[in-house]
């Protein structure tokens, strides 16, 4: 019975306890040197981002078409090349021996030619007056014939050969920039080998593979932006939706074709290509949202596969988790964990000694 009473005591020393703790506790100021920055919202790329890869409309992968040994090189990766130039050029040994070999055939057959000619009309005249037999008109008629066909074969023979020595010397198919060297002086090559790679940097594309859903929406308003690697936000020239859809992966191709740049990006870079069709839908179906906000790269905290920023909120440094998203640059994109508005410290270590010195100013013990 003593215990009983005992137990409504305990109860409001607690209860009073409690109300104590609640009392609001003063925060210590942060350093005045901490350097922050407030999160802004990024500009406007209208709708969706899907990924994709530069690439030129005119690229030439170089092979060699005859067998043999390289003889020079004279050009090398970045090269900026006209039509017509000679890249690389080719031993033409058996090639030359083949097409002076041919022409030889080809003046022989010639001579048979023109003496079987003469022959013909030679008995076609005298089988006028009847001295010599229809059956020999028709046997010079035939040798003509069969000379004249010779010829033509000889004639080309000599074309392929001919053809056969020209691969030697390699040519630049259109003014454009060496993008790949693929052998040097002293290597021996045969026909199907790569050489070289141009490409004209002036036309570029790119392709992205969009749903089904998306593609009358982006046919019915083909508005885009294009946010390159480095940064660059273009318009691009043209916008072209395939009308059928892969059969495979049910998406349809969209083709981006870029404007002219006077620094254009290489082929091979990934871009993102934003349409203005996907700016109201928010559903998930393989895009990436713009409008999201980006931070420094110095600013976030890596630890281990956490990735977190410290925040100001009353006071105080808290760490935020962030989920991340593409980086361009020194920026990098915050799908989620921050909003427009927030300050965050630029210097996670300067915040961590911060949060010491806040600690050791309250008195508070570290956890």
Same mark, same amino acid.
Not at 176 to 181: H, L, M, P, Q, T
């Given at each position: 019975m003593r215990k009983t009473r005992w137990l409504p005591l305990a109860?409001?020393?607690l209860l009073l306890s409690a109300c104590a703790d609640d009392k609001p506790v003063a925060v210590p100021a942060l350093p005045k040197d901490l350097a922050t920055f407030t999160v802004a919202a990024d500009?406007?790329?209208?709708?969706?981002?899907?990924?994709?890869?530069?690439?030129?409309?005119? =690229? #030439?992968? $170089?092979? *060699?078409?005859?067998?043999?040994?390289?003889? +020079?090189v004279n050009v090398d990766i970045n090269d900026r090349v006209k039509a017509g130039d000679v890249l690389v050029r080719i031993t033409?040994?058996?090639?030359?021996?083949?097409?002076?070999?041919? =022409? #030889?055939? $080809?003046? *022989?057959?010639e001579a048979s030619s023109a003496e +079987?000619?003469?022959n013909y009309r030679r008995f076609a005249a005298l089988s006028v007056a009847q001295y010599v037999s229809k059956a020999q008109v028709d046997q010079a008629r035939a040798t003509r014939d069969a000379a004249v066909a010779t010829r033509n074969a000889a004639a080309a023979n000599l074309a392929q050969a001919e053809r056969q020595a020209s691969y030697t010397v390699v040519r630049a198919p259109f003014d454009?920039?060496?993008?790949?060297?693929?052998?040097?002086?002293?290597?021996?090559?045969?026909?199907?080998?790569?050489?070289?790679?141009v490409h004209a940097p002036d036309a570029l594309r790119i392709?992205?593979?969009v749903p089904q859903t998306r593609a009358e929406a982006i046919r019915r308003d083909p508005a885009a932006q294009v946010l390159l690697a480095d940064g660059r936000k273009l318009v691009p020239a043209e916008v072209i939706v395939f009308p059928a859809a892969d059969s495979t992966s049910h998406s349809v191709n969209v083709r981006v074709k870029l404007p002219r740049l006077d620094q254009p990006p290489a082929p091979g870079t990934t871009a993102k290509v934003m349409f203005a069709a996907d700016r109201a839908d928010a559903g998930g179906d393989g895009g990436t949202h713009a409008g999201g906000v980006h931070v420094p790269a110095s600013s976030i905290a890596q630890r281990g596969e956490l990735s977190a920023v410290y925040v100001v909120v009353d006071g105080r440094l808290l760490l935020r988790q962030l989920r991340l998203g593409a980086r361009t640059g020194?920026?990098?994109?915050?799908?989620?964990?921050?909003?427009?508005?927030?300050?965050?410290?630029?210097?996670?270590?300067?915040?961590?000694?911060?949060?010491?010195?806040?600690?050791?100013?309250?008195?508070?013990?570290?956890d």
């Open positions: 109860a409001a020393f500009g406007a790329l209208p709708g969706r981002g899907w990924d994709g890869v530069v690439e030129a409309v005119q =690229r #030439a992968d $170089l092979a *060699a078409q005859t067998a043999g040994r390289v003889a +020079a033409a040994v058996e090639q030359d021996a083949g097409a002076n070999a041919a =022409r #030889a055939q $080809l003046r *022989a057959a +079987a000619e003469q454009g920039v060496v993008a790949r060297r693929d052998v040097e002086p002293g290597e021996t090559i045969a026909p199907g080998m790569p050489l070289a790679s392709e992205v593979a020194d920026a990098v994109e915050v799908i989620s964990g921050l909003q427009a508005g927030d300050v965050v410290a630029r210097d996670p270590v300067a915040a961590v000694e911060a949060i010491a010195a806040q600690r050791r100013t309250a008195g508070t013990p570290r």
